[in-house]
């Protein structure tokens, strides 16, 4: 038997004592409280995951494609070992660069046994807004990028894989290494 996409029917037959059944068409729901019930209960499921959860999830939809990029500027940079690029990535008023030139930075990474051989992004989550603008007035967000890096020890000629959750800081409007 073929219903119409417009009407179903509630069988009552797995019920003893209930041996009926009933059907409602789309135009039955729209003129009963059931519409109300269904509106209400789509309110308390959205309302029960808090208005800034929400938000969350619906700035780090619109960011993700840029926090992407930029981590994957980042680590491309860190395989090729483009130590200007890499610097470049780093986040302005992170307190590396503002402790380090990138004289002091090049001589650090040239002399590192360690580097990134390859990487896989896993994930883009917990997007913040800067709750602190008076310590940090130029930094506007912050989020986490889960990685799973491949790391090689020069000076044991062996590699790793390593799970990493990389900070990344959205300044002026573009995403930095944190």
Request: net charge neutral; proline share 4%; hydrophobic share 30%.
């Amino acid at each position: 038997m073929s219903q119409s996409p417009e009407c179903f029917r509630v069988d009552y037959s797995m019920y003893p004592d209930k041996n009926r059944s009933e059907s409602y068409s789309l135009s039955t729901i729209h003129s009963s409280p059931l519409k109300i019930l269904i509106i209400l209960g789509l309110v308390f499921l959205i309302g029960t995951q808090g208005c800034t959860n929400t938000k969350d999830k619906i700035g780090l939809f619109f960011e993700k494609p840029a926090i992407k990029k930029a981590a994957q500027k980042y680590l491309d940079a860190e395989i090729r070992r483009d130590h200007k690029c890499i610097y470049g990535c780093l986040a302005p008023s992170s307190v590396y660069c503002s402790t380090h030139s990138y004289e002091e930075y090049l001589e650090e990474a040239t002399s590192s046994p360690v580097r990134i051989i390859g990487y896989n992004i896993l994930n883009i989550h917990h997007l913040t807004d800067n709750l602190n603008k008076e310590k940090d007035p130029s930094v506007e967000k912050f989020v986490q990028v889960e990685v799973d890096v491949t790391l090689f020890y020069n000076d044991i000629k062996k590699s790793a894989p390593v799970n990493y959750d990389f900070t990344f800081i959205k300044e002026g409007g573009k995403w930095y290494k944190g």
